[in-house]
């Protein structure tokens, strides 16, 4: 029997109302922030906080709330963009090495083995300074660096629900493979699948955050987690919110998501045996 | 000399011929481990033929390469004059609309995330039946001592029984000629079982279907079936009809067998 919304650890819980506030705060941006992102002003920098700027001021006077906020925007949809994309490229390939097997798996699985044997952090800077300077430069360099993991995965599930007497079931009533992966493949791995894009969306956003406080990411002036935490480094010591700020967004993010992804596992994941015993 | 059922005729529906099989094992040093020798015999065309040995003699490999499920080394299974074994993927397809298979463990042998309903409408999508077909579930459910409030539950809803009673309605709905029985009921309690087996002589009664039924247990073979075949370590010491085999077993394997049913 599936678990329901209703059921779930306070934890799970409380994990979701964090993810979809902080989604919310991005959807919201231009009503809830107090002030313009970008508005420079000279006459306010490094202002600790106070009433008018509850979190304070950069360096150029920009009011930290606002670009946390803003900043939540830029982050969290780069986290996306780069999960779903990285899932479409990981899941594609561990269900077609997974299911068919043969020369296709052999290929693929030496392909994983060669992107999971270089140094993840290194590849992705040498991309992403290799590539013209837009946004999906970003997007590319993660995806190209961690599809191979979220593959294995997905290949040895798929391994495991092919071996199922379910599977094998409907192969000898007449079942084409076209209808196998679509029926019983996909949705059996569908849980597993939440998981691994809600941990991804978590290390997206670290990784993006990680190219962007590089300078290799989101270029500034843009209201991005990174770009602010890179912006702060020099100020760190006498005014450490400009770093905390956007670090707690980065944490509270990461951590609700990844919580969000085993809530999800719960909620999608089924029994398989009968509940009644007699056999 | 049918026990079950009225239609045998002498006319082979399938024949396995010279059909071996083996496993290569080993990391380093690879070894071939032989699971079915030179198998060779005849299922005629509405008769049960029962396939009894211990564990690891073959039974259920056998019928799992039949199904081609498993390839095999050599040999060809013809199945109304068409070798299985040289059939294209897509050919395999519509010959499995003929010949279909019950497995041993009812628990894991339905989708989990479909319904009983989702689950015995598959073989009419996947086989593009009409869908007048869809009626006649009501009907198997009867025939199956089903209750038709199961239709909207899932598979671990139910008990083992019913679960294999869905099993096999599933495959019903294609009318097959042929039905595999890999030890259908060795999992399900001995109530359940003789009810499956009562089931089984009803719907033998009503289509005439011949069966290739895999099974540890003799009393059950003894009972249901019109001849029995023998296997150990992966050959078929001898197929006889029932009284034959229990009253003039031809191999010493056999005469054990017989005995150890005998003394238990």
Known sequence: MRTKLGQLHYIYKLAIIVVLSIILCAVLAPWIAPYDPYQVSIDEILQHCSAKHWLGTDALGRDLLSRVIYGARTSVAFAVAVALCTMLVGVSLGIAGGYFGGITDRVIQCLVSMIQGLPGMSMMIAIAAVLPENDFRLIIAVTLTSWAGFSRIVRSEVIRIKGETYVEGIKSLGAGNRYILKEYVFPNILPVIAVLLTLRIGTSLLSASALSYLGLGVSPPAADWGVMISDARTYFRSYPVMILAPGIGITLFSLGINLTGDALCELLSIKKGPENKEM | ?264
């Open chain 2, 1 to 264: 000399m049918s026990v079950v059922g009225g239609m045998f005729r002498k006319m082979a529906i399938l024949s396995v011929k010279h059909v071996c099989k083996s496993y290569k094992t080993g990391l380093i040093k690879k070894k071939t481990k032989i699971i079915l020798q030179d198998i060779t015999f005849d299922v005629q065309e509405g008769e049960v033929l029962g396939l009894t040995g211990a564990s690891g003699s073959g039974k259920s490999t056998l019928i799992r390469c039949i199904m081609r499920l498993t390839p095999v080394d050599s040999g060809t299974i013809i199945m109304d004059g068409t070798d299985l074994l040289q059939l294209s993927p897509t050919d395999l397809r519509q010959s499995r609309k003929v010949m279909q298979m019950l497995f041993q463990n009812p628990a894991s042998a339905l989708n989990p995330r479909k319904t009983i309903r989702e689950s015995l409408a598959e073989p009419i999508l996947i086989h593009q039946l009409p869908e007048a077909t869809l009626k006649e579930i009501p009907g198997i459910l009867d025939m199956l001592q089903l209750k038709k409030d199961l239709l909207d539950r899932y598979p671990h809803q139910l008990s083992g029984g019913e679960l294999q009673r869905i099993c096999l309605g599933r495959l019903l709905l294609l009318r097959p000629r042929l039905l595999l029985l890999d030890e259908p009921t060795s999992m399900l309690d001995v109530s359940v079982q003789a009810q499956i087996i009562e089931i089984m002589r009803n719907i033998r009664k009503e289509y005439p279907i011949t069966v290739l039924f895999v099974s540890h247990d003799l009393a059950l073979l003894k009972a249901v079936c019109d001849r029995i075949g023998v296997m150990e370590q992966g050959k078929l010491l001898e197929l006889q009809p029932v009284e034959e085999l229990f009253q003039h077993p031809s191999e010493q394997y056999t005469r054990d067998l017989i005995r150890a049913f005998n003394d238990f």
